[in-house]
């Protein structure tokens, strides 16, 4: 399942300093991330394109450092108002929503004319009033699953096990389960996105206390939806939640094995670019993978049961599409909405993640693309659970698979 709310860094501005940088801008512009990373590391670059990289890579400090440098050094530009904009995906992403709204609040000040300050006015009114969430620093813990990937947790004192996604910029329960926590829950107005593109309504209800293991953070916020919408129909009670991203960020590790455990709270491992392959781009975490030797990008979704990949990788592939592909249609699932699409079926493809193969099969490539550009797909967890157990990193950006045979 992937929930996320629609805002887009903007594409067009001119480079701080004199003469833009064409190569710089070129990989800006195409969201190249770990290219723009590497080019910037031996030159004195605009701090725009710092920031952009430190957000990209979960750099926090450094991105909210450089966006506001940027909005300091010339208020009124186009770079200022692209600043803004990355400050708002920082905030968003870190679950700290008086910060969110106090920022857009100034970027509408600064640019009352732009056209598109209405819509995000109207995108925003879901988060006024929500509190910053409160997070300490993380402490190693071993919990245990059954199987699955649901994550034992105590909310405000009361026992729950939800769900951890990765796919999802806001975590998220069932209005039943909000009255079983005994938490207010408040009308929003607003709507979040699904993995089919449709929208769907959601009220919020705040927690003051949330605990994992050793891990506590407080005035943690989740969007509330209807019971009688998927997944929350098909989980037993005390289960009808799920744990975005905000709350993943806190854990800073999360380990998870066949055997039974989840780990969170680890020290992370040290920053290397040439490890990462996990980075954020508007509103989304990609996974960096292999295809028949060729680098491609895809969404890591924890949240997603199966893998779902999109038109760009029927592009990319397209001899091995003609060669082996047969027509076909797929549901796709999302909160409360199911949708078909068109789209081509092949035996299998093996995915190199980690250095460890993986295999989909079969493997359904719908003929209509979704998330950001150049994405192949939608990676489940029939891919990510081919392992012994697997490991997601939010510090130094990387995600692992363990071998079965891995002594």
Request: aromatic share 12%; net charge neutral.
């Amino acid at each position: 399942m992937r929930l996320a709310i629609a805002v887009c860094f903007l594409s067009s501005f001119a480079a701080l300093g004199g003469e833009p940088d064409t190569r710089l801008k070129f990989l800006y512009d195409a969201h190249q991330w770990f290219e723009l990373h590497d080019a910037i590391q031996h030159k004195k670059a605009p701090a725009l394109y710092r920031g952009a990289v430190a957000y990209a890579f979960n750099d926090f400090h450094q991105a909210e450092v450089n966006f506001r440098s940027v909005i300091h050094s010339a208020p009124r530009s186009e770079q200022a108002y692209e600043a803004y904009e990355g400050l708002s995906h920082l905030y968003f992403e870190y679950g700290q929503y008086r910060r969110l709204i106090a920022v857009m609040e100034e970027r509408w000040a600064a640019f009352p004319h732009k056209s598109e300050g209405q819509n995000e006015r109207t995108v925003m009114a879901s988060f006024r009033g929500l509190p910053d969430q409160v997070s300490g620093k993380p402490r190693q813990s071993t919990l245990h699953h059954d199987g699955n990937t649901f994550v034992p947790i105590s909310i405000d004192g009361k026992p729950a096990k939800y769900f951890f996604d990765t796919g999802a910029w806001v975590n998220c329960m069932s209005e039943s389960e909000a009255k079983r926590l005994g938490l207010s829950v408040h009308e929003s107005g607003g709507t979040l996105g699904t993995a089919t593109g449709a929208k769907v309504g959601f009220r919020t209800a705040v927690m003051e206390e949330f605990t994992a293991g050793n891990i506590r953070l407080r005035n943690v916020s989740f969007a509330v939806f209807p019971d009688n919408q998927e997944p929350w129909s098909a989980l037993p009670v005390g289960q009808r939640g799920l744990l975005g991203i905000p709350v993943l960020l806190a854990f800073r590790t999360l380990r998870w094995t066949s055997d039974g455990t989840i780990e969170i709270g680890a020290n992370a491992r040290p920053k290397g670019m040439r490890a990462s392959n996990l980075y954020f781009d508007n509103d989304h975490l990609l996974l960096v993978t292999d295809v028949q030797k060729r680098r491609v990008h895809g969404l890591f979704d924890t949240g997603a049961e199966s893998t779902d990949l999109y038109e760009e990788f029927t592009k990319e592939f397209a001899d091995l599409v003609r060669e082996s592909g047969k027509k076909d249609s797929t549901e796709v699932r999302g909160v409360g909405h199911a949708e078909s699409f068109d789209s081509i079926t092949l035996p299998e493809v093996i995915f190199r993640i980690g250095g460890v193969d993986t295999v989909l099969r079969p493997a359904h490539a719908l003929l209509k693309q979704f998330g950001p550009k150049g994405t192949v797909g939608n990676f489940g967890l029939d891919l990510l659970k081919q392992g012994r157990a697997f490991r997601i990193d939010l510090a130094a950006m990387t995600f692992e698979l363990e071998r079965w045979n891995r002594q």
